[in-house]
């Protein structure tokens, strides 16, 4: 069955793409006529910005960052914040804001060779082939916006610095987006990075009382809704639409602001700008698309020693992150577990489950007799980068299949109230919830239950 994409959902993606593509003319009028340096039109926009996600935050009673958190979210706001809007406004002093649109387009392909290098994920020969076309229409723009036609313009090189720094910002996210929501991720990031611009603080107070009034309101208009609320409608389409969908919109973002740079400014690219775009965004299209392996998840009963070390690594795994997660653990309250690993998850009574994604281990999970006919199921895990494939899936269904080979009648867990994406899987399966059945030290578990 087809699912019809949430009406509303597309219309904020839409909203959100036209605000987002009428920053290119914005930031480039206000940094070419509007009497503002750079830097102290970034540092204005993100005050401002600041402001609104503050009114936010005040408005819906956010709460705080933990501490332990602080050095992740300030590297990733260094990179998404403060790097990028300072490398696009400075790049946009010389480049115009349809060919810088066209170059923060390659950013895809900057986060897919960051994923491989430190996230594990692969690329194929399409995905390889992607990212040399889209390279090769990088090097156009920047050829094509140089003075008297094909010349380097060393500007694009800053605007390319920004598309890069969406990658890193991408990675540094992926860890504090499983703990804060969208909207509180944004504002910290927001924060943190409006301070390091603090710098063009003097030269910013002594250019406002000159600028033009429509020079102020152009970068109020930047800091509300390119800057803050537009995050708002992006993550209201991405909660009622698969991100992949959402992400297809993107695609669109360099030719609206090559029309909106048009309409605002009647600068239209030249003709090689232009066609560098078109083969970075194949490149991007091409690597998006066809780039990655098919993604092949395999769950089998783990039996030899081999299988059974590497579920014993991915549990070790699981402990990592439960320390991350929850602040830090106390290893010895599982000292009992790892020593009887092989009694409680092994034959006659228990099983361990290994996932491979394209033949590497990437999931485990476990079930042990927990007595009256009852198997309890433990230790879910898959690796960041497998996520959203189907790999936790796939072990609790084999989970069921095997506990009922074993002669078992009912399958119990327990999970954290916390992952909430584990708690929609296991009730989309049939689970209800039970009262916790044994003692635990978290606070926020929640048991559930199921007959097989």
Known sequence: MTHRPDSKAVLAAIATLLVWSSAFAGVSQVVTKGGYGAGQMALFRFLVASATMGVVALARRQRLPLLSDLPRLAAAALAGITVYHLAFTFGETRVSAGAAALIISSGPIWTALLAVAFLHERLNRWGWAGVGLAFSGVAAISLGEGKGGFALQPMALLVLLAAVSTAFYFVLSKRPLRRYSSLEFTSYVIWLGTIPMLVFLPGLLRQAPLAPAWANWTVVFLGVFPGALAYVLWSYALARMPASTTASFLYAQPVLATLVAWV????????????????????????????????????????????????????????????????????AIYAEELARFDEWYGAPRGAAFLATVDGHPDGTAVIRDRGDGAAELRRVFVRPDSRRRGVARA????????????????????????????????????????PVYREVANPEVVAFGRDL
């Open 395 to 434: 072990l609790l269904h084999a989970a069921m299949e095997e506990a009922r080979s074993l002669g078992y009648r009912r399958l119990l867990l327990m999970t954290s109230q916390r992952f909430t994406g584990a708690i929609a899987l296991y009730e989309a399966e049939g689970f209800m919830r039970i």
């Open 264 to 331: 605002w400014q009647g600068v239209v690219p030249g003709s090689v700008t232009l066609l560098g775009g078109a083969i970075a965004l194949a490149g991007v299209i091409v690597v998006q698309t066809k780039g990655r392996p098919k993604n092949v998840v395999a769950v089998t009963v783990a039996t030899g020693p081999a299988q059974r070390a590497q579920v014993r690594a991915l549990v070790d795994e699981l402990l990592d992150y439960f320390s991350d997660e929850f602040g830090g653990i106390d290893r």
